[in-house]
């Protein structure tokens, strides 16, 4: 249970680099935006190269080969998705989510909140975060798209 031997170690540490590598690789040639939280898909995308990681490191059952295609595969269809959200306005719309006000002028918009599924203490969180102590203070809370909260203090 706590040793089984030297195979899986040794298979574990050189599978582990040979897979490193390739994701490094994969990811170099695919650019920043491979690993960005811009939206949902992102995110998924890059928890999915984790886990690909992960299961080509501890899973005898997966080749290297099959875990660099995997990376390979995941990458193509996010950039994939990215060229035509930047192609069609209405792929965008259905892939990529609006960013949206939950406070305004210090006074919580309570539609976005039910809408968003966002409790007015996380907007305040979200304002304590940001070094301010009083809704009052803040001009505008938006949802981002990658699901943070940005805070706009207002002017003084």
Same mark, same amino acid.
Not at 105 to 110: A, H, K, T
């Given at each position: 249970?706590?040793?089984?031997?030297?195979?899986?170690?040794?298979?574990?540490?050189?599978?582990?680099?040979?897979?490193?590598?390739?994701?490094?690789?994969?990811?170099?040639?695919?650019?920043?935006?491979?690993?960005?939280?811009?939206?949902?898909?992102?995110?998924?995308?890059?928890?999915?190269?984790?886990?690909? =990681?992960?299961?080509?490191? $501890?899973?005898? &059952?997966?080749?290297? !080969? *099959?875990? /660099? +295609?995997?990376?390979?595969?995941? @990458?193509?269809?996010?950039?994939?998705?990215?060229?035509?959200?930047?192609?069609?306005?209405?792929?965008?719309?259905?892939?990529?989510?609006?960013?949206?006000?939950? =406070?305004?002028?210090?006074? $919580?918009?309570? &539609?976005?909140?039910? !809408? *968003?599924? /966002? +409790?007015?203490?996380?907007?305040? @969180?979200?304002?304590?975060?940001?070094?301010?102590?009083?809704?009052?203070?803040?001009?505008?809370?938006?949802?981002?798209?990658?699901?943070?909260?940005?805070?706009?203090?207002?002017?003084?």
């Amino acid at each position: 249970m706590f040793f089984s031997g030297w195979d899986g170690i040794w298979r574990t540490g050189v599978v582990g680099l040979c897979a490193y590598a390739g994701l490094v690789g994969v990811l170099r040639i695919t650019g920043k935006r491979t690993l960005s939280k811009m939206n949902a898909f992102d995110l998924v995308v890059t928890v999915a190269l984790g886990s690909t =990681l992960a299961t080509v490191l $501890l899973s005898k &059952d997966v080749a290297l !080969a *099959e875990g /660099v +295609t995997a990376f390979l595969l995941l @990458a193509s269809a996010q950039y994939a998705v990215t060229w035509m959200s930047l192609r069609s306005h209405w792929f965008r719309g259905w892939i990529k989510a609006e960013p949206r006000a939950l =406070l305004r002028e210090g006074q $919580l918009i309570i &539609d976005a909140l039910k !809408a *968003e599924r /966002v +409790t007015p203490d996380e907007v305040d @969180a979200a304002i304590r975060r940001s070094g301010h102590s009083d809704a009052a203070e803040i001009a505008l809370v938006m949802l981002e798209t990658d699901g943070s909260m940005s805070v706009v203090p207002m002017r003084r």
